[in-house]
């Protein structure tokens, strides 16, 4: 073997070792608690929900913020606060009576019909009745979470406000499924992927892509308010 083959040998070897823990390249996320360093977002926000968890729950409701995070903080409680005040989001007839399990039928009803190939989680007669022990025990807890969110909107909004809205929510169960995203303190920390990966790149219904922000921070907020996640969305004061 002469010294060309050697380093082509080399060269072959550094191209397919595999990056060590310590490797610094392409780690641009680091953790403000101990500077240690990610690949993604996601990684980094586990790695501080898993190691320094205290640190953050503590963090939360002691000493004073910034003038920044109050500022933020402001703008995030005055959107959640009025988010329903929006004429089209608002339940004109106070009278109006709204049957909640159908409107959930009617939501994902209109999504298998729509795009079976894509929602195929939600395609499966049910999880709950033919996957694992570990599947029903996920899709179980995802239920029940966004249940209670559509019971505390359900007499603020109109029916066919609250029919997009469980079209969203049934759009975010099949990503979460298809992700397998375990836990749902983590939900959040994958919003950006929800909107770019999954919703931009298939159009439901032509669903107003403002609005599906919208509602995907209020609630990721409502999450917060309730103490399932320490992730927070912020909004934009614009």
């Known amino acids: 073997m002469n010294e060309t083959d050697d380093n082509e040998l080399n060269t072959n070897d550094k191209q397919n070792k595999r990056k060590s823990k310590n490797d610094p390249?392409?780690?641009?996320?680091?953790c403000e608690y101990c500077g240690k360093a990610y690949?993604?977002?996601?990684?980094?926000?586990?790695?501080?929900?898993?190691?320094?968890?205290?640190?953050?729950?503590?963090?939360?409701?002691?000493?004073?913020p910034s003038k920044k995070e109050q500022t933020k903080k402001e703008?995030?409680?005055l959107f959640f606060k009025t988010f329903f005040e929006k004429k089209e989001r608002q339940k004109e007839n106070k009278e109006e009576i709204i049957n909640l399990e159908e409107i959930k039928a009617e939501a994902l009803s209109d999504l298998i019909e729509n795009y079976p190939n894509i929602?195929?989680?939600?395609?499966?007669?049910?999880?709950?009745?033919n996957g694992s022990l570990e599947e029903n025990e996920k899709e179980k807890e995802i239920d029940q979470l966004f249940n209670e969110y559509l019971h505390e909107i359900i007499n603020i909004t109109s029916g066919?406000?609250?029919?997009?809205?469980?079209?969203?929510?049934?759009?975010?169960?099949?990503f979460i499924l298809q992700e397998n995203i375990t836990y749902k303190e983590n939900f959040p920390d994958y919003s950006n992927n929800f909107l770019a990966d999954f919703m931009d790149k298939n159009n439901f219904f032509s669903l107003d892509n403002k609005e599906i922000i919208d509602i995907l921070r209020h609630f990721f907020n409502w999450m917060y308010v309730k103490k399932?996640?320490?992730?927070?969305?912020?909004?934009?004061s614009n």
């Open 39 to 64: 690949l993604s977002i996601p990684a980094m926000s586990q790695h501080i929900k898993s190691k320094h968890r205290d640190r953050l729950i503590n963090n939360r409701g002691r000493g004073r």
């Open 228 to 236: 399932y996640t320490i992730s927070v969305l912020n909004i934009s």
């Open 25 to 30: 390249e392409g780690r641009s996320n680091k």
């Open 75 to 77: 703008v995030r409680e």
């Open 119 to 129: 929602l195929i989680f939600l395609s499966k007669k049910s999880n709950i009745d």
């Open 160 to 174: 066919s406000y609250l029919l997009f809205i469980c079209k969203f929510l049934f759009l975010l169960k099949n």
